[in-house]
């Protein structure tokens, strides 16, 4: 007879802990971007420049940068295209090249404002 109570007890226990958790679910805004790198400031090799534009250093930087610059509370979801690697020569003739990366797509993710932990003293 214990073990058919505690059965019970456990089953209403589990059974509001799933209820619960689906009630105080986050809601979330997302914003898909696009945006470029910039430039270096020095003229390099070609293989140089190529190097600089695609460290992945770089590129996470600034597809965390594109999001941040959303406003408050905007961060990098998911980073969808890479975009395509752009050289241009520079202008005092010596054979060197400035790279960047154009269109980089990023999926950018922020709390919905109302749900839950956005309001002091609710949820």
């Known amino acids: 007879m214990k073990t058919r109570t505690l059965r019970s007890q456990m ?3 589990v059974a509001a802990f ?10 979330y805004i997302e914003r898909k971007l696009m945006g ?3 430039p270096s400031q020095k003229c390099a090799t070609k293989d140089e420049a190529t190097q600089r534009a695609t ?3 770089t590129i996470d930087k600034f597809q965390k940068r ?7 509370g905007w961060y990098l979801s998911e980073a969808n295209e890479q975009g395509k690697l752009v ?7 010596t054979g060197k090249y400035k ?9 950018c993710k922020r709390l919905k404002p109302g749900s839950v932990g956005l309001i002091p003293g609710k949820g």
């Open 18 to 27: 799933s209820v619960c958790s689906t009630a105080f679910a986050a809601e």
């Open 66 to 72: 594109f999001c941040e610059t959303q406003g408050y």
């Open 11 to 13: 089953l209403c226990l």
């Open 87 to 93: 050289c241009e020569e520079c202008s005092d003739g």
């Open 99 to 107: 790279c960047h990366v154009e269109d980089i797509v990023v999926t």
């Open 36 to 38: 470029n790198t910039i």
């Open 55 to 57: 460290d992945p250093y």
